[in-house]
């Protein structure tokens, strides 16, 4: 399904799982706040390592306690490992429950268009308007995603060439104009 090799973490390791494995983009997309891009997709290699696998089945049914303490081994998969440890057990349930365990049923059971794959990711646990349209962004950017309509669905982080998000990062020097990006954005946000 991966058109290409995803670099977003600078870990090869971390990003070769990202790349290969559909539940880790999911869960590194979903940790993708309140810490940087590349600490949030470097969790779900964490939880791998820690875990010895990672399995949307085993995920959701580990013990809530000892999945926080996974979360907190140094380094933490997150700066909130309560919270963040609880979101990924609910987005493993749903992705178990709902999707039988593939997290890339989400958006390629049935073939759905690029708004039935957003309305499919805003189902999930965590998933607001503005993350589901990054991961679709991501998706159809970097990999393979070929929904008719996911542009349309993702926007504005879809657009040809945009550098808002994670979905623009394909290398150091991208990351780098990402982080000015957003950090202009941010700064216009304030004054207005």
Aim: proline share 4%; with cysteine.
């Amino acid at each position: 399904m991966t058109t290409r090799e995803l670099h977003i973490t600078g870990d090869a390791d971390a990003d070769r799982l990202l790349s290969e494995d559909p539940l880790a983009l999911l869960i590194g997309m979903l940790l993708d706040q309140q810490v940087t891009m590349e600490t949030a997709f470097a969790g779900p290699a964490k939880i791998r390592d820690r875990m010895g696998s990672l399995d949307a089945a085993t995920i959701a049914a580990a013990e809530p306690d000892a999945f926080v303490e996974l979360f907190k081994q140094s380094p933490a998969v997150h700066r909130f490992p309560g919270s963040m440890a609880g979101r990924v057990q609910a987005v493993c349930a749903a992705v178990r429950d709902d999707w039988d365990g593939d997290a890339a049923a989400i958006w390629t059971r049935g073939e759905p268009d690029g708004a039935e794959a957003y309305r499919r990711l805003r189902t999930l646990p965590g998933f607001g308007e503005q993350k589901a349209k990054i991961f679709l962004a991501l998706l159809g950017k970097q990999y393979g995603l070929t929904a008719e309509g996911w542009r349309e669905a993702s926007a504005p982080y879809g657009s040809e060439g945009s550098l808002m998000s994670v979905a623009d990062i394909v290398d150091a020097e991208s990351l780098g104009r990402v982080r000015e990006a957003k950090k202009a954005a941010k700064a216009a946000a304030k004054k207005g």
